[in-house]
């Protein structure tokens, strides 16, 4: 199976979904991660110009942390739009070349403006690109995904439907939002919090519903049209 992770920014996937994503890896299925915008605006001290190499550089070595592609999509912190056409285009082209089987995203009622954007553009896009023509640069997309929400940065408002056991890929995750070093700052200073230890508490907490150590909640959008009863690959 083919599963692609979608996140606003570079070290979203990493904090909320990528223990499950490590066991993905393991049981064989092919995962690919892809942030859609180049956080740019991601620290006080490091201008756009010298920030956006760092951050690609830390997402690539996120990735290959579990040996999977990074995908960007190349635009800018606050600036992802969930109606302009062109944005529509960039993740119909992402969907039609990559022709996932299950995709993981932010959930609807996230906390900030561009990850609440990428949730509406996954939902929609996921559909319209498996229309004739969709796509300029790559055939229409065989089916409708499956889709799943991540857990979002505090657990406000999540009821998960499905919970993955990842006490054996904690460690894992712990060493792919580590590589993210400009965030650890960034989030330190913006929002005071240690983002490592804000993860591990939401996967503690996870586990504690879920009756194991650590684990991520997530939640399948159910409609018409979806692989509803696709299993998830864990």
């Known amino acids: 199976m083919k599963i692609l992770a979608i996140g606003a920014h570079p070290d979203d996937i990493e904090i909320s979904c990528a223990g499950t994503l490590a066991k993905m890896v393991q049981s064989g299925h092919e995962v690919v991660l892809c942030h859609v915008s180049d956080g740019d605006k991601g620290h006080y001290e490091i201008p756009a110009e010298k920030l956006i190499p760092i951050r690609q550089q830390e997402a690539q070595q996120a990735g290959a942390v579990i040996g999977c592609p990074v995908i960007s999509l190349g635009m800018r912190d606050g600036r992802i739009i969930a109606d302009h056409e062109g944005n529509r285009e960039l993740f119909i082209d992402l969907l039609c070349s990559v022709q996932p089987d299950l995709v993981i995203t932010h959930a609807p009622n996230d906390y900030m403006p561009d990850h609440v954007a990428v949730s509406r553009l996954v939902f929609d896009t996921t559909f319209l690109a498996t229309l004739p023509g969709a796509s ?46 400009s965030q650890l700052v960034w989030l330190k200073e913006h929002d005071n919090v240690d983002v490592l230890d804000l993860m591990k508490t939401l996967s503690k907490f996870r586990g504690i519903q879920a009756g194991c150590t650590y684990a991520e909640g997530f939640i399948q959008h159910m409609a018409w049209t979806r692989p509803n009863a696709v299993r998830f690959p864990v």
Request: charged share 15%; hydrophobic share 35%.
């Open 136 to 181: 300029q640069n790559h055939p229409f997309a065989a089916k409708v995904p499956s889709l799943f929400y991540m857990d979002n940065l505090s657990g406000i408002d999540f009821q998960p439907t499905l919970y993955v056991d990842i006490t054996d890929t904690f460690t894992t995750k712990a060493t792919m939002l580590e590589q993210h070093q």
